[in-house]
């Protein structure tokens, strides 16, 4: 939220003060600078690719819905049909639909890589995942190491084999959780969930510091009870 005085400059992402000169002169198409503050022409923002796993439903779908709404190329990843519960189907949002993708097996993944080719992404949006309740009189270790698999490692294994396409500029978002959280666990249980998205946060800052000079942003995201 843009701080008293302030406002944020969708055209160039940058935030600007008001009362100060920017420190750059506008380029070609930015918005033009009356005295001190910006007009309010804006310069409508440029078409994006965006991948989106674990799109046929809940937070996936809707973000599936509101990129294209926006006007960007949306590419809709999921493990099985692309027909959500209650039968609005990916395929009338006018996005591109890549099924039978299971981020947790890598021929999976491999399938995905070939499918997007030389692709150009813009924004890679890590949503696929899973939750099962396991408790100390209900353990269940299978269960543990499948969320392991899914929240885990495919988000790390899906962004790994896509690297060629995150060019500069690129955005990674990865879809944690508020159970994540070691000091914030009050409650126990749930351990394959806690366990798969506490090794999601430290996958990510390892991603943020391995990419950072790539120019690739990696976001770790906390979306709220849903």
């Given at each position: ?63 599936a ?27 009338d ?45 209900d ?17 790390l ?51 943020a ?18």
């Open positions: 939220v843009p701080a008293p005085g302030a406002e944020y400059c969708h055209a160039v992402n940058v935030k600007v003060c008001f009362g100060h000169r920017p420190r750059v002169a506008p380029r070609a198409g930015w918005p033009q600078v009356v005295g001190h503050r910006y007009a309010t022409a804006r310069t409508e923002p440029m078409s994006q690719t965006i991948v989106i796993t674990g799109a046929n439903r809940g937070i996936g779908y809707d973000m819905r509101l990129w294209k709404a926006r006007g960007n190329h949306v590419i809709a990843v999921c493990r099985s049909s692309a027909v959500k519960k209650g039968g609005e189907d990916l395929h949002l006018g996005v591109r639909v890549i099924e039978g993708i299971d981020v947790s097996r890598a021929e999976d993944v491999q399938t995905l890589k070939q499918e997007l080719g030389d692709t150009r992404v813009d924004v890679l949006y890590n949503n696929a995942g899973m939750m099962e309740s396991e408790t100390l009189e353990m269940n270790f299978e269960q543990i190491q499948k969320q392991f698999e899914v929240n885990t490692l495919g988000p294994r899906v962004t790994h084999a896509l690297l060629d396409n995150l060019g500069d500029g690129a955005k990674v978002g990865l879809m944690t959780s508020r159970m994540g959280s070691i000091a914030d666990n009050d409650s126990g249980k749930k351990y394959g969930y806690r366990i798969s998205k506490a090794g999601l946060n430290a996958a990510g800052k390892s991603l510091v391995d990419l950072k000079d790539k120019g690739i942003a990696v976001a770790i995201l906390h979306p709220g009870y849903v």
